[in-house]
């Protein structure tokens, strides 16, 4: 299990130092993506039970893939369909219709288990001009944007999931967070706390052995941080309805 984690962390790695290249020795434009339907719109249209199961599944329709498992929402921020393939490494290089494109996909740990994960992870490409949807995570880092959009929805098939969020940072070494099983010798909680810890947004949330999370990854490329290899981290404990 860890040599497999340690691949994913290298493909992922190796994703955004690629990603960075391109960015910096091209200049050719991003290439927008197909606009997600805005989940929001269609809940204040019916206020009655909405069918997520359904739009899930007009989704995998319009995309031809069914590899899409969620719809990850940021009110005001981003709506982004998720992925998961059998590795970490695809999404990284291919968009929803499987084509070959270096902005990739939004897309959930291959490890993940949707429903039954206490700790899910999620990844997304950012670039330095600031033009790809995730790079927006990278505003929590602002208190003012992390009390201004506190919320994360993930939405399956089965139903819609909010999550507050408690800790933002960037990442240039420790990469236990990535782990699922075994966090460096700390327990479940110990590591949470960890996390809590690390945000340049200090926070205050109850954090027990069974909080289930929600951590979203991406690029960072944040000129104050002088590393090379630099990740945004943003997570958020689940509220049980």
């Known amino acids: 299990m860890k040599k497999k984690q340690m691949i994913g962390i290298f493909l992922i790695i190796i994703g955004c130092i690629l990603g960075f290249e391109i960015w910096f020795?091209?200049?050719?434009?991003?290439?927008?993506?197909?606009?997600?339907?805005?989940?929001?719109?269609?809940?204040?249209?019916?206020?009655?039970?909405v069918n997520y199961e359904e739009i899930l599944n007009d989704l995998k329709s319009k995309y031809n893939n069914n590899e899409i498992v969620a719809i990850l929402q940021i009110p005001g921020v981003l709506e982004e369909v998720v992925v998961q393939a059998a590795d970490n490494d695809y999404y990284l290089h291919y968009d929803l219709y499987h084509n070959q494109n270096i902005n990739g996909a939004t897309f959930l740990d291959f490890r993940n288990d949707l429903r039954n994960s206490k700790k899910l992870l999620?990844?997304?490409?950012?670039?330095?001009?600031?033009?790809?949807?995730?790079?927006?995570?990278?505003?929590?880092?602002?208190?003012?944007?992390?009390?201004?959009?506190?919320?994360?929805?993930?939405?399956?098939?089965?139903?819609?999931?909010?999550?507050?969020?408690?800790?933002?940072?960037?990442?240039?070494?420790?990469?236990?967070?990535?782990?699922l099983e075994s966090f460096g010798g700390l327990t479940y909680l110990e590591h949470l706390q960890k996390l809590q810890q690390k945000s340049f947004v200090q926070k205050e949330v109850e954090l027990t052995e069974n909080t289930n999370i929600l951590l979203l990854q991406t690029c960072s490329f944040d000129e104050r941080v002088k590393n090379d290899i630099k990740y945004q981290i943003v997570i958020a404990k689940e509220i049980e309805g």
Request: proline share 6%; glycine share 4%; charged share 30%.
């Open 25 to 49: 020795q091209e200049s050719k434009p991003v290439k927008e993506k197909d606009p997600v339907p805005q989940v929001q719109e269609i809940e204040e249209i019916h206020q009655e039970e």
């Open 122 to 179: 999620i990844y997304g490409h950012s670039d330095p001009e600031g033009l790809l949807p995730f790079v927006q995570i990278t505003n929590y880092n602002n208190k003012t944007f992390m009390e201004e959009h506190n919320k994360i929805y993930l939405i399956d098939s089965l139903g819609k999931r909010e999550y507050e969020v408690f800790s933002s940072y960037i990442e240039t070494k420790d990469f236990d967070y990535v782990n």
